[in-house]
């Protein structure tokens, strides 16, 4: 069965650089998640979209800013990245809004 | 805010074991689910077994079973058999229902180790 697909899986980066997360759900699914794990730690919510529109948004600095498209592709952009963004960021994706998150495999972001 | 606990950083069972993980959660709400995810090495996240707070069977798939107990707010995991490959850390998550694309609060998890 496909999964939700990430891309890059390992990035790179320098400090005060930009980076941008790039999500594919499952394919018929409308309703895309974004979280952030630090080292040893579980993961924290970010941000949701159902059907293209922002749902629900945790503690997601503002320095981050995300959207979902027409294709119901989504998109992570950091910008000013600091040593402190330096995470495993997933994307989930799931059938409606209150159904089970399905989990990519993760971005692995290194700022160095 | 809901908040979960999880109480057992790490455990330890031998192959063909049972083995159950703790989880408790503190809500207001009525109507929410529960899920535990699996992170092996990988750290892939992946879904084990959800629950609807208002199903009072205990959801099972295969191996994997849970002890719901709402008034106790209490959801732990209980894995049958236990194969090395069930190595991983366990996460306890919550959702709320909102009628919104809900988030996942997760608690710190449990760290287990399958020996043989």
């Known amino acids: 069965a496909a999964g939700v697909i990430q891309s890059p899986r390992h990035l790179i980066k320098e400090k005060r650089e930009t980076a941008t997360l790039k999500c594919y759900p499952i394919?018929?699914?409308?309703?895309v998640y974004w979280y952030q794990q630090g080292p040893g730690q579980d993961p924290q919510f970010l941000i949701s979209f159902y059907e293209k529109m922002q749902s629900d948004k945790g503690s997601i600095p503002d320095r981050f800013s995300a959207q979902q498209f027409s294709d119901y592709h989504s998109e992570l952009n950091m910008s000013s990245l600091e040593l402190g963004d330096s995470a495993l960021y997933f994307c989930?994706?799931?059938?409606?809004?209150?159904?089970?998150?399905?989990f990519g495999p993760g971005t692995r972001l290194l700022v160095l | 805010a809901q908040t979960v606990t999880q109480s057992q950083p790490e455990m330890s069972v031998q192959e063909a074991e049972t083995v159950t993980l703790s989880c408790t959660y503190d809500?207001?709400?009525?109507?929410?689910?529960l899920f535990w995810y699996k992170q092996p090495p990988s750290r892939q996240m992946i879904l084990v077994i959800r629950?609807?707070?208002?199903?009072?069977q205990n959801a099972t798939e295969n191996r994997f079973s849970v002890n719901f107990q709402k008034a106790a707010k209490s959801f732990s995991l209980k894995i049958s058999d236990s194969q090395l490959g069930d190595t991983a850390m366990y996460f306890c998550a919550f959702m709320k229902h909102t009628g919104t694309a809900s988030k996942l609060t997760f608690g710190t998890g449990t760290r287990l180790q399958v020996t043989l």
């Open positions: 809500t207001s709400e009525n109507n929410y689910y």
């Open positions: 629950q609807e707070a208002y199903k009072q």
């Open positions: 989930a994706s799931s059938l409606g809004r209150e159904e089970t998150q399905y």
């Open positions: 394919p018929r699914h409308d309703t």
